[in-house]
């Protein structure tokens, strides 16, 4: 089918109860462009939920109106919604359409039967939200809408299914799965042409087969097709291949279709790991959330794929999709870049975690729910495995164990190539039976574990609970049903489990950031555990301080979430806006992808309180060594593969510590702060090796502005920061900025890595963090663009042009090369 974008002319408002609109009461419509997320522009609540970041609950309508061309009538044409947030109802015409209550699945809606060609048509769509999440989820029509259109014999949307077989340097055999529907009332015969070709265009397969299709029926089309010597996927060599389709009749090309894939052999068993092409593969892996940081929940294909790139950059080969399947644009972004993907289907299944969560529709809707992931990620190469969910509470029970074989069968129906897992916490398996042990006489002072102990040390009691023989007992189902056993937090399993269940191969699908060093050593040195993935890879909105620096006065209580005006969990490798903190880099050092030291300095603040180790807090740090108008002492955290560092300040050498493997890859200095170079070097085998050093910033000077275009057109990224009159950057003089766009552009937002902001992200001005900001521009031609940001009237402005693009794309079929344009920034 013919695929356009049906992004634009859309409108949108908070939903009107028919009745109070009769009665006078009103709401207008505003002009939206696709994606939209409607609740990033919503006024938080300070009593609201900290779990989805204080955004109230709320429902919302869309609509367009359109001209159907006269041609349309007699042809199939379907509407295809990437992702609606949430119990998505679809009306044309005044008619209803359709509906998906889950809010991560793609749907289609056939329209041909409800649409009148020729005329002005109507589309219609709601929304709802609220009570049905543990994090921030966003709202309305955040992904991508499209118009498909066939002829009356045409391939069905993600009617195309490429796949590798009999894979070796020699050749590889491609099955080319094609689907043809038929609206006709009689038999119809076409042939299926289809054309392979390598990512320079040039053909490395053909095929062509005739096809007899009944009277409004299908039929399906399998060619198998040769490739000499093929290129490989993996993610160090992310080689893709583009399959063509066309439907052909004697006279004419009546649809065609194609797709991106990739040629790569997985194999996985307890001896050998995880490998990827017969090479072993150890999975670096980051869970991320599906939202864009300040974007909110909207899904740009350029912020998707900035988002895939800066993680790969940071070290990371793989991402897991925490906790609903991946938008396509981050698929393709993850094809292109090579980086590996567990794709997941659910938080939930039949019992819940929030009052109206998806756990109300599970049961009817699970299996299409499924089909759509599937049919989705089937031409990826970067999906590597599925996961049928994450923390099931029923996951303990025969009757959970029975709902995750029907879900791993389904998966294993629709897709034999790819493996099966699960995230399947061992606490939450026997949640039940230590809410009775905490409520028994004694259990406070007793050996049973009370929830507020357990609160108290949550870390180790996971790992505790996890390796008890209770869990072991419970989960042996439904880990046996699996390909491979997916963890959350049960590290504690990885070496017993080697000996208790010897087949089992293990990833750690959820682990603790600050365990990174003890969690990378399990799996390096067991070849039956094949990767990590932290939690988190990027910063996210909701869940809001659960990685917070947590200071507490002599007898307080700690508690997860943090108060308004928190936004985000701080828990990331990389923040909001994609900056790297400290444990980003520290996680770099114990993956051995880097050789120099790196310093973090703890902020001087809080000092009369004490830091409460959650397991998911990093230490309260930022590699700076700019602190303006502190006198005192300040805590430096050097992290080094090395076995010892030295610290030196402005040449004077202030001690040397041991470091490496043996002490968690960190050494610990306290510092007087003086202004100047802080230099580590890392000594190993008695020589000194390589070094690192932070040098302090002078007065704050100037913005300095540094663009980044995505390479789809979309979106241009403008990093701003704080700097002196050499250019470095200051973390001690955050500015006010306000933020203009002349040209072919409108403002999309401007934010922070701050967690905790007062500002709003689509407003023209915001504070800088620790002296950074990033602007969002999204185009609206093809034209340039000038940027001019400005501060306070003692720090200069900045101004750049961004160029103009040759064409505005989304994803197509085709191979782009990863494209990243900086423009100069001028000071004004």
Not at 778 to 796: K, L, M, W, Y
Request: aromatic letters at 8%.
């Amino acid at each position: 089918m013919k695929r356009t974008p049906f992004n634009e002319g859309w409108q949108f408002r908070r939903k009107v109860n028919p009745f109070a609109e009769l009665g006078g009461a009103s709401a207008p419509y505003a002009d939206v462009v696709l994606p939209h997320d409607a609740l990033i522009h919503e006024r938080r609540d300070p009593d609201g939920e900290g779990a989805v970041a204080f955004f109230p609950a709320g429902a919302y309508q869309y609509r367009r109106t359109f001209l159907a061309p006269a041609d349309l009538d007699g042809k199939r044409v379907v509407l295809q919604f990437e992702g609606v947030y949430r119990d998505a109802t679809v009306h044309i015409n005044g008619a209803y359409a359709g509906q998906r209550p889950y809010g991560y699945s793609g749907f289609t809606i056939d329209a041909d039967k409800f649409l009148r060609p020729g005329e002005e048509n109507l589309i219609e769509v709601e929304s709802r939200h609220g009570e049905d999440s543990r994090w921030y989820t966003g709202a309305g029509i955040y992904r991508d809408v499209w118009l498909q259109v066939g002829s009356q014999v045409y391939i069905p949307v993600e009617g195309l299914r490429v796949r590798a077989e009999d894979i070796d340097a020699e050749g590889a055999v491609i099955e080319v799965d094609v689907t043809i529907g038929s609206t006709s009332n009689r038999f119809e015969t076409v042939d299926v042409v289809v054309a392979l070709h390598d990512a320079d265009g040039a053909p490395v397969a053909t095929g062509t087969v005739p096809v007899t299709v009944e009277e409004n029926g299908t039929s399906r089309s399998r060619q198998r097709l040769y490739v000499a010597a093929p290129n490989l996927w993996s993610a160090d060599h992310p080689n893709l291949y583009s399959a063509s389709v066309e439907l052909r009749t004697a006279v004419s090309v009546i649809d065609d279709a194609s797709a991106v894939f990739g040629i790569r052999k997985l194999q996985v068993d307890p001896v050998h790991g995880l490998r990827v092409n017969g090479e072993t593969v150890k999975l670096r892996g980051a869970c991320v959330h599906h939202d864009n940081g300040i974007l909110g929940a909207a899904t740009f294909a350029d912020a998707e794929e900035r988002r895939v790139r800066l993680l790969k950059e940071a070290g990371f080969n793989a991402i897991r999709a925490a906790h609903n399947p991946m938008s396509v644009a981050m698929l393709e972004a993850c094809d292109r870049l090579g980086v590996y993907v567990m794709d997941e289907t659910f938080d939930m299944w039949t019992s819940n975690k929030m009052p109206h969560d998806y756990s109300l529709h599970f049961a009817e809707w699970w299996e299409r729910d499924v089909e759509s992931l599937v049919a989705k990620d089937f031409n990826h190469p970067s999906v590597i495995m599925y996961s049928i969910g994450n923390e099931i509470p029923e996951i303990g029970s025969p009757a959970g164990a029975l709902t995750g074989r029907a879900l791993a069968e389904k998966v294993r129906q629709l897709d034999p190539t790819r493996f099966v897992t699960n995230g399947i916490n061992g606490m939450l398996a026997v949640m039940d039976d230590l809410k009775k042990l905490s409520s028994e006489p004694g259990a406070e002072s007793g050996d049973a574990a009370g929830i507020n102990t357990l609160m108290a040390n949550i870390g180790e009691s996971m790992n505790q609970i996890g390796a008890s023989p209770m869990v072991t007992e419970r989960t042996a189902e439904s880990f046996g049903l699996l390909d491979i056993a997916g963890m959350n937090y049960l590290d504690a399993r990885y070496e017993m489990d080697k000996e208790v269940f010897p087949n089992r191969v293990i990833v750690g699908t959820e682990t603790f950031p600050t365990r990174i060093d003890q969690t990378w050593a399990l799996v390096t040195g067991n070849a039956h555990v094949i990767g990590d993935f932290t939690w988190t890879g990027f910063d996210y909105l909701g869940e809001v301080g659960l990685g917070r620096a947590l200071y507490l006065d002599e007898g307080e209580a700690p508690s997860l979430n943090a108060p308004y005006p928190w936004i985000a969990a701080w828990c990331g490798d990389l923040d909001l806006i994609g900056g790297r903190r400290p444990a980003s880099f520290y996680r770099e050092i114990v993956f051995g992808l880097r050789k120099a030291p790196y310093i973090a300095v703890c902020r001087p603040k809080n000092v009369d309180k004490h830091l409460y180790p959650w397991p998911w807090t990093w230490s309260d740090s930022i590699g700076s060594w700019t602190w303006t108008g502190h006198g005192g002492l300040l805590t430096v955290e050097v992290y080094s593969d090395a076995e010892e560092v030295e610290l030196a300040l402005n040449g004077d050498v202030i001690g040397s510590a041991p470091a490496g493997r043996a002490n968690r890859y960190k050494a610990e200095f306290v510092v007087t702060y003086e202004p100047g170079e802080l230099t580590a070097t890392a000594i190993r085998n008695g020589q000194y090796a390589e070094s690192f050093t932070l040098t302090s910033a002078s007065k704050a000077h100037h913005l300095a502005l540094t663009a980044e275009s995505g390479d789809l057109g979309q979106l241009a990224f403008v990093e701003v920061a704080v700097v002196d009159q050499d250019g470095r950057r200051t973390s001690s003089e955050d500015q006010i900025i306000n933020v203009q766009i002349q040209g072919d552009g409108e403002l999309a937002a401007v934010g922070t890595g701050d967690p905790a902001p007062e500002d709003v992200y689509d407003g023209a001005s915001g504070r800088t963090y620790d002296g950074a900001a990033l602007v969002i521009v999204r185009r609206t031609g093809a034209g340039p663009i000038e940027v001019r940001v400005s501060a306070a009237e003692s720090v200069s402005a900045a101004a750049l042009i961004l160029e103009p693009v040759s064409v505005l794309r989304r994803v197509e079929d085709a191979v782009p090369e990863v494209v990243r344009h900086k423009g100069p920034a001028v000071v004004v």
